[in-house]
């Protein structure tokens, strides 16, 4: 079955950097896009970056773009996701998450990890 | 950027209603538009994908209509187990953008 498992997440200072984690199992992980998508203390949904199944294009909310770089390693089955400059706005759940992007599926993202939690604080 | 609106922001049920949440988009999504729902500790669940088809294990009761800019999910009677946030998300044609709607809370009259 699909596995997601983040890893990663921590307290650290403003203005300070953090890298997550998500390894990923039960699918081919190269041949599919993925997500990262946060979640602050009791807010909605906020998608953060997508990265394609090779690593060729990647795409950022305009709220990390510059801050934030999301990369893969398809020889791991590894998505990352590379924080820097975090502020106290970024506190929040991190979820690793496996678009569904088939020729039956555009729009959907078919399974998440638990989530890890990223805290900005001093 | 596209905006999503939903609609209510609450509603509030007795188990066996049938809910209806309503999905606006600021402009034309076509049909790029996925439902999720979400309980309090957990990741969220796809429901629905490409505004009408329904995710692997996904019950029948949960129905997803509307293209465009209009989009509706329906869950015809509910369980227990349905109470919980549902939140819609688009996808954008080129360059491959995802917002997600501020979510409809259904909770039990």
């Known amino acids: 079955q699909v596995q997601l498992v983040e890893s990663g997440g921590g307290v650290v200072q403003p203005g300070g950097s953090l890298r997550l984690s998500c390894a990923a199992s039960?699918?081919?992980?190269?041949?599919?896009?993925m997500h990262w998508v946060r979640q602050a203390p009791g807010k909605g949904l906020e998608w953060v970056a997508f990265i394609r199944y090779d690593g060729s294009n990647k795409y950022y909310a305009d709220s990390v773009k510059g801050r934030f770089t999301i990369s893969r390693d398809n020889s791991k089955n590894t998505l990352y996701l590379q924080m820097n400059s975090l502020r106290a706005e970024d506190t929040a759940v991190y979820y690793c998450?496996?678009?569904?992007?088939?020729?039956?599926?555009?729009?959907?993202?078919?399974?998440w990890g638990q989530g890890t939690l990223v805290t900005v604080s001093s | 950027e596209i905006v999503l609106t939903q609609s209510p922001a609450t509603l509030s049920l007795s188990p066996g209603e049938r809910a209806t949440l309503s999905c606006r988009a600021s402009?034309?999504?076509?049909?790029?538009l996925a439902w999720y729902q979400q309980k309090p500790g957990q990741a969220p669940r796809l429901l629905i994908y490409d505004a009408s088809n329904r995710a692997t294990g996904i019950p029948a009761r949960f129905s997803g209509s509307g293209s465009g800019t209009d989009f509706t999910l329906t869950i015809s009677s509910l369980e227990p187990e349905d109470f919980a946030v549902y939140y819609c998300?688009?996808?954008?044609?080129?360059?491959?953008?995802?917002?997600f709607g501020p979510g409809t809370k259904v909770d039990i009259k």
């Open positions: 998450a496996k678009d569904c992007s088939s020729t039956s599926c555009y729009a959907g993202i078919d399974y």
């Open positions: 402009q034309s999504v076509s049909s790029y």
């Open positions: 039960g699918f081919t992980f190269s041949s599919y896009g």
């Open positions: 998300q688009q996808r954008s044609n080129w360059p491959p953008m995802f917002t």
